[in-house]
């Protein structure tokens, strides 16, 4: 396991484990952010852009505010190391969230309430949390005198959860300068423990991700009165359609970084098979279980004018997802399913992606893991949702997903993405702060 590499002293002194966590800077600028409702439904990034760029600006830095449409904020900021010559690091974060709904909540969702041990509110995991561990650990370390080796650029964007097109790619495709001497990234969504022994656990750290194949399935039919007998009726054709998607076993589907997970979890949990090592971590199943296939979900029906007439037409959308290396056989197999009922049309198409767990990155998490969990270990894992890595991958920057959480056993954390009752625990908040601040030192 690599050595951590000391920080600074009066990091590591103001830092220390002490106090109430949700009396800590960490949680106290995680509620905060919350507060803003930066969702399509409410304000956007600019409120949370804005309150970001002030915390950068009290550290000294410069932040560049970019906005792709109003309000649609980005905010980019630039650490500059002792030595020149270093290729980059880029840590980035995105500031929207999903919309919620209030009626489901037991506590209003953008009000970042600090309760039981827990931040509550949509985006505490989703993810302004990072934001908050971010730059707390950043301004503990800049408060000692401290520099990077590395320039590290920090990039807060918008629109992530719609796809990036107004944040991450916008950047990447309008303000390419800002990124060119990056080379690694950390991101979302990765570096959340599972303890698969009493006390000891595992970070599974995101260094591949499945593919974003969105569908549209376009039933065409004779409409007419809906008294009369139809044979051809799109309705029909259409459920048949998304019925045999749901059934149908498309096979087990690993990359490589599924195979080192799969193998590391049989060695936990004594399992036989692929699906039941990952389904012995518990909720964390949610997540590992559907990266071992291409998945096909129904998420929106579109038919009909009025009750006594049968359309001409229905359609359907899918949200689908593919395994790294198994793009060309995700669609085939779709069309060859469902082709006789269906038109298929791509609507969103997004790459997998997955890196090497090797270098630089990937020893500093290792490092900074072992220095607050000292039995602790990054676990290379994939994960199926989609990130903002994908449009900085374009650039040619390894990107992981680390976002350091030490969760309570039992915790369902998968259910916490885009879930009523969004929380994360506050002594989950410090050690991340922790962590992150080993990290930096030593990357």
């Known amino acids: 396991m690599t ?38 439904l409410g304000e956007f990034e600019r409120g949370t852009a804005e309150r970001v760029a002030l915390e950068l600006s009290d550290l000294s830095l410069s932040p560049q505010i970019l906005e792709s449409a109003p309000r649609r904020t980005n905010v980019v900021a630039r650490i500059a190391g002792t030595d020149p010559h270093q290729d980059a690091l880029l840590v980035h974060i995105h500031l929207d969230v999903v919309p919620a709904d209030p009626s489901a909540w037991t ?14 509110g949509r985006g505490t995991v989703d993810m302004k949390n990072m934001a908050a561990m971010t730059l707390t650990a950043l301004r503990r370390l800049l408060s000692t005198g401290w520099q990077p080796r590395r ?21 990447v495709e309008n303000h390419r300068e800002l990124f060119e001497d990056c080379t690694e990234a950390i991101g979302e969504a990765g570096g959340f423990s599972h303890e698969y022994d009493a006390g000891r656990r595992a970070y599974l750290v995101q260094t591949a991700e499945k593919g974003i194949g969105w569908l ?4 065409r039919g004779t409409g007419g009165h809906g008294s009369m007998s139809h044979t051809d ?12 998607l749901e059934h149908h ?13 799969v193998t590391t979890a049989r060695q936990w949990h ?40 049968v359309p001409s037409s229905a359609e359907a959308r899918v949200d689908g997802r593919f395994v790294p290396g198994y793009e060309k056989e995700f669609y085939e197999e779709l069309e060859a399913l469902v082709g006789d009922l269906v038109h298929v049309e791509r609507t969103l198409h997004s ?18 893991i072992s220095a607050e969990d000292p039995q602790g270990v990054a676990v290379p894992a994939c994960l199926p949702i989609g990130t903002d890595a994908k449009h900085f991958a374009r650039l040619g920057i390894n990107c992981y997903g680390f976002v350091p959480l030490q969760l309570p056993a039992g915790f369902d954390f998968p259910a916490m993405f885009h879930g009523a009752d969004e929380r994360v625990p506050t002594s989950a908040l410090t050690f991340g702060e922790r962590v992150l601040t080993h990290f930096f030192s030593a990357c």
């Not at 506590?107 to 509550?120: F, K, L, S, T």
């Not at 971590?281 to 009750?307: E, F, I, S």
């Not at 790459?351 to 900074?368: H, K, R």
């Open 3 to 40: 050595t951590p590499v000391p920080l600074p002293p009066d990091a590591l002194q103001s830092a220390e484990r002490s106090g109430d966590p949700s009396d800590s800077p960490v949680s106290l600028l995680c509620s905060e952010l919350v507060r803003f409702d930066s969702s399509a």
């Open 151 to 171: 320039d590290i650029v920090l990039a807060f964007v918008a629109d992530e959860e719609l796809g990036g097109g107004l944040g991450a790619r916008w950047l």
């Open 233 to 244: 009726n799109p309705v029909v054709k259409l459920s048949e359609a998304i019925h045999r």
């Open 216 to 219: 549209r399935l376009i039933a």
């Open 249 to 261: 076993d498309f096979g087990l589907r690993l990359c490589r970084t599924s195979e080192g997970l």
């Open 351 to 368: 790459d997998a992606l997955e890196t090497p767990f090797t270098g630089p990155v990937p020893a500093a998490i290792s490092a900074a």
């Open 107 to 120: 506590v209003p969702p953008h009000a970042g309430e600090i309760r039981d041990g827990y931040v509550w």
């Open 270 to 309: 004594h399992a036989d098979t692929p699906e039941a090592a990952l389904q012995a971590t518990g909720p964390l199943a949610k997540l590992l279980v559907p990266t071992l296939r291409n998945t096909y979900n129904a998420t929106q029906l579109t038919a009909g004018l009025q009750h006594n007439v």
